[in-house]
C-alpha cells in the first residue's frame, strides 16, 4: 500500500510536472521564460539532492514529501499570472523553490522505494511505480489537448489550475505515507532503513563521498543522459513544431510509450 501511496504522489506532483514540461515551455508560446526557470529548478535540485538526505533522516518522509509537493503547485500556478502579466521573474523565483522541493521528494521517494519492499519484491515494484509515475504525463498531456481543443494560444488558466488542484491533491495524498519505523512486510519482517544522527552538512559529505567509487561513477554517464534529452524533446522540438494542443496529443504517444517499456 506504502509503494501505491508513494507511486500516486509522485503521479500527481511530479507527474504533472513533467506533462506540463512535456508541452514546450509548459504550454507557452514563448519557452524563454520555462526554459529559465527549468536552469534555476534544476541549480537548486542538485544542491538539495545532496543534503536532501539529512532532512529526510531528521524529519522523516511524510512531511516533506507533503510540503515538497506543492512547491509543484506553487510553481504550476505562476503560469495563471505570467498568462496576464508575461513577467516571468515569479515563475523564476518559483523554479528555485520547485528545485529544493523536488530534491527532498525524490530523496524521500527513493528512501521508500529501495527500503520498503523485499528484495525479492523491489523489481516489481520499481516498475509498479515508474507505471503510476507515467500515467501522471499520460493524463497530463490528455487534459490540455482536450480542454484546449478549441484553443491555438498558450494554455488557458482553466487548464493551469486543474494541475494546480491535482498537485495539492498529492501534498495531501503524501500525508498517508506511514513512518518508516511502522512498516512490515508481507513475509513479516521490518523495513531495513538506518536512522543515521547527522546534519545536513555531514549528510552532503557523506554523500559526495560516494562520488569516489568507481561504480558510482559508470552510472553517472546513464543518469546524465536520462534527463539531459528533456530539454530538445520538450521545448526545442515539441515547443517549436506543434501547437498547443497537438504538443497534448504527442505527450500523451510520449508518456504512453513510457509506460510501456515500464511493464517490459
Known amino acids: 500500500m506504502q509503494m501505491l501511496i508513494i507511486s500516486g504522489v509522485c503521479f500527481l506532483g511530479p507527474g504533472m510536472f513533467n506533462a ?8 507557452q508560446l514563448d519557452a524563454r521564460t520555462t526554459s529559465d526557470a ?65 530534491g527532498i521528494l525524490w530523496t524521500a521517494q527513493g528512501v521508500i522505494i529501495v527500503s520498503y519492499p ?25 487534459l490540455p489537448f482536450a480542454i484546449n481543443f478549441s484553443e491555438s494560444g498558450a494554455l488557458t488558466d482553466s487548464v493551469y489550475m486543474v494541475f494546480v488542484v491535482l498537485e495539492c491533491v498529492g501534498a495531501c495524498v503524501a500525508l498517508m505515507l506511514a513512518p518508516p519505523s511502522t512498516i512490515v ?30 561504480w558510482m561513477l559508470m552510472l553517472a554517464p546513464m543518469s546524465f543522459a536520462s534527463n539531459f534529452f528533456y530539454g530538445y524533446c520538450f521545448s526545442v522540438y515539441n515547443g ?6 497537438t504538443r497534448g496529443f504527442n505527450n500523451l504517444l510520449y508518456w504512453t510509450a513510457s509506460i510501456i517499456s515500464s511493464i517490459a
Open 38 to 102: 527549468n536552469a534555476a529548478l534544476y541549480a537548486s535540485f542538485a544542491i538539495f539532492s545532496i543534503i536532501g538526505g539529512g532532512i529526510v533522516n531528521m524529519a522523516g518522509v511524510r512531511i516533506p514529501t507533503a510540503i515538497s509537493c506543492l512547491t509543484y503547485a506553487l510553481y504550476t500556478a505562476t503560469y495563471i499570472h505570467y498568462n496576464h502579466t508575461h513577467n516571468g521573474l515569479l515563475t523564476i523565483l518559483a523554479g528555485v523553490v520547485l528545485g529544493v522541493g523536488g
Open 185 to 214: 512486510r508481507d513475509d513479516g519482517s521490518r523495513a531495513t532503513i538506518l536512522q543515521a544522527n547527522t546534519g545536513l552538512s555531514e549528510e552532503a559529505t557523506r554523500v559526495l563521498r560516494v562520488f569516489r567509487n568507481k
Open 240 to 245: 517549436a513544431v506543434f501547437t498547443p494542443r
Open 118 to 142: 523485499s528484495e525479492n519484491e523491489k523489481a516489481k515494484f520499481i516498475s509498479i511505480f515508474w507505471v503510476v509515475f507515467n500515467v501522471g504525463g499520460l493524463l497530463g498531456g490528455v
Open 20 to 27: 506540463l514540461n512535456g508541452l514546450g515551455g509548459a504550454g
